[in-house]
């Protein structure tokens, strides 16, 4: 057990055969601990897996590490929340997790290796079917009608009902892990910054948490408050971007055009700070690149404070209008144990109630912030998580506000980038957990003997989330689809890396 | 009801009568770059080459060359260069009609920066002039991390108004004249952009949009054959580049304007 600021030597983790690996990890998610990322690696003894596991209550993490077997014993029929991490595991190592419900691959990519000869067209595999004589199938995808992104939907209904969705990713696939191994050192940030692109500030905090806890290089206060702006910022374009879009298919067409408009709004107040609308060319290593001065901060001020009126005044008549409401209530259910189980997380995660955010369970750094607050309204609907997002609005835009105003009235006091040393200790593991918009965002990072990448692992919050999205779906109608969907809005990429 | 009208008229008219007004943008942006044409023979350090993330700066015998299909617009070799021979300008306006005219290598025009109709750089590879009056486009994300798309998507609103250009967003490209791509295009969906691209009726146009759509960008290096449109769609079939990572929205507007040759309607 280590606190999750701390490294970690990964070769004095014991080398576990993967039974016990198996029944340790089910024994800690049934005492409320969470599997934050679970994957394999080329170790220096061959190749390894590696469980991260996560106790919010304590702000403990816990590693476990097996060497990695052919086959062994599933542990989703016990520990739901790892159905996806061991469909993951078997596509690119080739492991069989006997007993698994659902194995299939996850984004139809060659094995981690590259060594698979015979590679399966994309989405290529057996659906979830049922048979029936009025039973029928609606497939949708991969490219879509809007500006979106592919990926593969296929519905189970009977009639207009839905009985069950299986969402078939995949095709936005990358190579990102790989990548971030095999690039040049300067090439890595920007990868980062590419893996959800309207996530770059939340996926670029994390990879330069993992590097400043390796180098053990704690970033300025000035430089936390700048990145926690940054963050916020790109939480409130987010957010009222869906609910725009909640309200364009709702069919109130008001909220949805000035959403678009604001949303713009607030990405330009983030490309005040680096030039970048979507957060690109901010942080680095040691701090962010660049400072905001007294006069800069005063005009971001009182633009966060019009852009947030003109956002509250929108979101306003869209949550005062009944016919609004009456879609959005009892709308795509997810329940609390659901949401658990599954182990989703953020936003949607609190809009079924449960009760997690790492900007409070595993704050980056220890600066108060009396403008956010744990936001869990628990219905789980469509509606919930309009609230969630609409309550969240008003937090991050006092919080954004009030740390501007901080870093105008003590502008030049410290440096907001430090110097970081140019090789990495050798040998250790670091943790970076960051409550991006969507929510929770892992990165785990491992130095080999030369301070370069033994493994580095990216978990977004979409990985967890898109379950939750189609059990969402499960007894509504087709109709619901697109609604449920913005409700949600996950991302494709960050999925598929 | 009344509220709503409240609302409306607090909220405003916001539309930007673009290209005729230039729209503020921060201070902050990295526009069209600035290349001062002179021998680098004199400098040892090559420190823009270094600092370059992408590769995207050659050293010439006439000084260094930018590769805007290749830039981030990340400022590095900016800062790097001892004797401050790039530099980025502050415009928005970069989209081109070759691949060649993306490679920047000397200093930006004098006029930059100013309002009304600017030319794409470089040669149109064929006559647009049919897409002048409407033009419908399938936009295809083929790997995107959503930078682009939603810079593509944000044209729709009440600032920019893409529709009172006369281009849409179609939702089949059988209704398309023409295909939007952004991402690298990565294996998984090399077929969905070449069925795609096959759907769409001739005469039909092509324009990539970012970075990664133009060379593959950060993706590049990796095993799944990220190399961006012209990798997987016949030489020669992209009609509009527009560069960034990603781009501006304003760039992107700028960028499909070009496209649909409706520049020379607006002179």
């Known amino acids: ?26 024994d800690h998610c049934r005492r409320g601990w969470r599997m934050m990322a679970f994957f394999g690696l080329n170790g220096e003894s061959g190749r390894e897996v590696l469980c991260i596991l996560g106790h919010a209550a304590d702000q403990m993490l816990e590693a476990f590490r097996a060497s990695m077997p052919k086959r062994y014993q599933s542990m989703t029929p016990s520990c739901p ?18 007993g698994h419900p659902w194995l299939k691959p996850v984004r139809f990519c060659p094995a981690f290796d590259g060594k698979r000869d015979s590679r399966p067209g994309p989405a290529q595999a057996d659906y979830y079917r049922i048979e029936g004589e009025e039973v029928h199938e609606v497939a949708v995808g991969p490219v879509h009608a809007g500006v979106i992104e592919p990926g593969h939907f296929r519905f189970q209904c009977y009639g207009e009902n839905v009985m069950h969705l299986e969402i ?63 963050l916020e910022l790109e939480r409130l374009a987010n957010h009222t971007r869906d609910l725009g879009a909640i309200g364009g298919d709702t069919g109130f067409l008001p909220t949805s055009s000035w959403n678009g408009r604001i949303t713009g709004d607030w990405l ?15 942080l680095c290593p040691g701090g962010v690149k660049w400072d905001v001065d007294s006069e800069l901060a005063k005009a971001l001020v009182k633009r966060v404070q019009s852009s947030y009126r003109d956002t509250r005044g929108s979101v306003d008549v869209m949550l005062e209008t009944p016919s609004v409401l009456a879609r959005l209530e009892g709308t795509g259910k997810v329940s609390r144990q659901a949401a658990a189980d599954l182990g989703l997380v953020g936003m949607a995660a609190r809009a079924s109630g449960v009760a997690m955010d790492c900007r409070f369970d595993w704050p980056l750094c220890g600066i108060a912030n009396p403008a956010l607050t744990k936001r869990v309204p628990g219905a789980g609907d469509v509606m919930a998580r309009t609230l969630v997002r609409s309550q969240e609005v008003d937090d991050s835009a006092a919080s954004a506000a009030a740390d501007l105003e901080f870093l105008g009235k003590t502008s030049g006091s410290e440096p907001v980038r430090l110097p970081m040393p140019e090789k990495l200790p050798a040998g250790r593991l670091a943790v970076a957990l960051v409550e991006g918009w969507r929510g929770e965002i892992c990165h785990v990072g491992i130095t080999d003997d030369e301070g370069g990448w033994l493994s580095y692992k990216v978990v977004d919050p979409s990985f967890h989330n898109w379950t939750g999205l189609a059990m969402a779906l499960r007894g509504e109608q087709i109709s619901d689809f697109p609604l449920c969907n913005k409700s949600f809005n996950l991302s494709y990429c960050g999925h598929d890396l | 009801m009344f509220d709503i009208i409240k609302e409306r008229i607090h909220q405003g008219y916001r539309t930007l009568d673009y290209p005729f007004k230039m729209p503020v943008i921060t201070p902050r942006f990295a526009g069209l770059p600035s290349v001062t044409p002179t021998s680098c023979a004199g400098c040892e350090s090559k420190a823009c080459l270094k600092a370059c993330p992408m590769g995207a700066l050659n050293i010439a015998e006439t000084g260094p060359e930018l590769d805007m299909g290749r830039c981030l617009f990340c400022r590095a070799c900016e800062n790097a260069c001892p004797e401050k021979k790039i530099a980025f300008t502050h415009e928005h ?42 033009l419908k486009l399938r936009e295809v994300s083929a790997g995107g991390c959503m930078g682009c798309e939603a810079d593509v998507n944000v044209l729709g609103t009440l600032i920019y108004d893409l529709g009172r250009f006369g281009i849409e967003y179609a939702s089949s490209p059988r209704h398309a004249d023409g295909i939007l791509v952004t991402g690298p295009v990565d294996e998984n969906m090399r077929k969905a952009l070449l069925d795609t691209w096959e759907a769409t009726p001739e005469p039909k146009i092509v324009i990539a949009v970012g970075v990664c759509a133009i060379s593959g960008g950060t993706f590049s290096c990796g095993r799944e054959n990220c190399l961006g449109v012209e990798d997987v769609l016949p030489k020669g079939s992209v009609d509009v580049y527009v560069p960034g990572c990603p781009p501006n929205p304003w760039s992107i ?10 520049k020379k309607r607006m002179k």
């Open chain 2, 253 to 262: 507007l700028d960028g499909i304007l070009s496209a649909a040759w409706k």
């Open chain 1, 268 to 282: 330009n107040i983030t490309s005040e700070l680096c030039g970048s609308r979507m957060g690109r060319n901010l």
């Open chain 1, 168 to 230: 078939q990713l995949g095709f936005q696939h990358r190579d990102v892990e790989h990548l971030i191994l095999k690039s040049p050192a300067k090439l890595v940030l920007p990868i980062m910054e590419n893996i959800a692109g309207d996530t770059a500030i939340g996926h670029s905090t994390a990879y330069c948490t993992v590097v400043e806890r390796l180098a053990g290089v704690e970033p300025t206060d000035r430089a936390h408050i700048l990145r926690r702006v940054a």
């Open chain 2, 93 to 134: 306006r970069i989209a081109a009609y070759s691949r060649e005219a993306l490679i920047v290598r000397g200093p930006a025009p004098a006029d930059i920066c100013q309002p009304g109709v600017r030319p794409a750089l470089g040669q149109q590879k064929r006559d647009l002039s049919l897409f002048a009056r409407s």
């Open chain 1, 1 to 26: 057990m280590f606190h999750y600021k701390e490294t970690i030597e990964y070769k004095a983790l014991p080398l576990l055969p993967m039974e016990e690996l198996t029944v340790t990890v089910v």
């Open chain 1, 81 to 98: 929340q790892a159905h996806l991490f061991e469909r993951e595991l078997a596509e690119m190592w080739g492991v069989v997790p006997e």
